[in-house]
């Protein structure tokens, strides 16, 4: 009886352990860098972010205006995106939630990326989209990385999956609107063209060259161009 009480204790503490904590306040409204700040005074630092006072919180803290508002799709790559997570809405601090409004100029298309530390759910409410993302190595070296896709007309959901890389491209001659969804109060984004080929300093040409398995010319042109980041 010692013996399997002792493993099934081993056996809780396991799964304790296992699972992420959950928020210990009902909020935690982010202040800015608190170096040398006056908003440091009585703030508490919780999740990466400093937390106001809640004696002084108000309403205004869980507010964003705007996302009625057209994003301006004059750019390299025909989309904006107005995101709505911590850093524009301090209210979301550890709640663990963001959003974003998406902008499409007829054939305008949000590259391929990722985003690091959430799922997205991703509503069309105007236009046409054709949207897909791609699965992460096989286990099997023989198969290759799957690609899912879908054409999404308004009220249409798809969700892509935390990491894994997707992209969004209206295939239709008006514009096209959506609105995003994120399971993190900031989901973080690379976009994969921008960073391999417009990073600072830029990468060996040689890598890259390698890597591609193109001629080192080709990778000279590409980092020679002006990459946008439209989010």
């Not at 409004?101 to 989209?129: C, K, M, Q, S």
């Not at 096989?138 to 899912?148: C, G, M, V």
């Not at 959506?178 to 060996?204: C, L, M, R, Y």
Request: charged share 10%.
């Amino acid at each position: 009886m010692k013996i399997g009480f002792a493993f099934c204790a081993i056996v809780l503490v396991s799964i304790a352990y296992a699972s992420d904590p959950g928020q210990l306040q009902d909020f935690c409204v982010a202040v800015p860098d608190c170096l040398c700040s006056p908003n440091c005074l009585n703030a508490v630092f919780v999740n990466g972010k400093f937390c106001k006072n809640p004696n002084m919180v108000v309403a205004d803290d869980f507010l964003f205006q705007g996302l009625n508002k057209a994003g301006n799709t004059s750019n390299n790559v025909g989309s904006i995106v107005t995101p709505v997570n911590v850093n524009q809405l301090e209210g979301l601090n550890t709640l663990g939630v963001s959003m974003a409004r998406l902008d499409f100029a007829p054939y305008g298309i949000n590259p391929p990326h990722t985003h690091p530390r959430a799922t997205e759910a991703f509503l069309l409410v105007e236009g046409t989209l054709y949207v897909g993302f791609i699965t992460s190595n096989p286990a099997d070296p023989a198969q290759k990385n799957k690609l899912f896709t879908k054409y999404l007309y308004p009220g249409d959901v798809f969700v892509f999956p935390q990491g894994l890389i997707h992209f969004q491209f209206n295939v239709g001659k008006t514009n096209a609107v959506a609105f995003a969804s994120f399971g993190s109060q900031n989901p973080g984004t690379i976009t994969i063209a921008n960073a391999v080929f417009g990073s600072d300093p830029k990468i060996n040409p040689d890598v890259l060259a390698k890597a591609f398995q193109v001629e080192k010319n080709i990778i000279d042109h590409l980092q020679a161009q002006f990459w946008y980041n439209n989010n």
